[in-house]
């Protein structure tokens, strides 16, 4: 089985960015739709953005204008640029990829946005 690498993680102030990384096995990352999910302290797990091999994109309507996924098959990584943070925003983030016939999760990163 692959293992999804998440990194860029962290605590920021509301108003701050941060970009996530996820890198996959080449193998898996290019014929597969990415994700990124959210799951804050009793709340269920969300998806925030998803990208198909074909870079079309979707998002969660909280995130629309602030975040943005986008993907490189050259080094098999997708991205979540995190723009205008809000202290709601505070969830552990997970990588995803559906690949249909079977799906992958990495371990999760934590983001904090507090002052």
């Known amino acids: 089985q692959v293992q999804l690498v998440e990194s860029g993680g962290g605590l920021v102030q509301p108003g701050g960015s941060l970009r996530l990384s996820c890198v996959a096995s080449?193998?898996?990352?290019?014929?597969?739709?990415m994700g990124w999910y959210r799951q804050a302290p009793g709340k269920p797990r969300e998806l925030v953005a998803r990208i198909t091999s074909g870079f079309s994109t979707n998002y969660v309507d909280s995130v629309k204008g602030r975040f943005t996924i986008d993907r490189d098959n050259a080094k098999n990584t997708v991205y979540l640029q995190m723009n205008s943070l809000k202290p709601e925003d505070t969830a552990v983030y997970y990588c995803?990829?559906?690949?249909?016939?079977?799906?992958?999760w990495g371990q999760g990163t934590q983001v904090t946005v507090s002052s």
């Open positions: 995803h990829a559906d690949l249909l016939a079977r799906e992958y």
């Open positions: 080449r193998i898996i990352f290019r014929p597969a739709t």
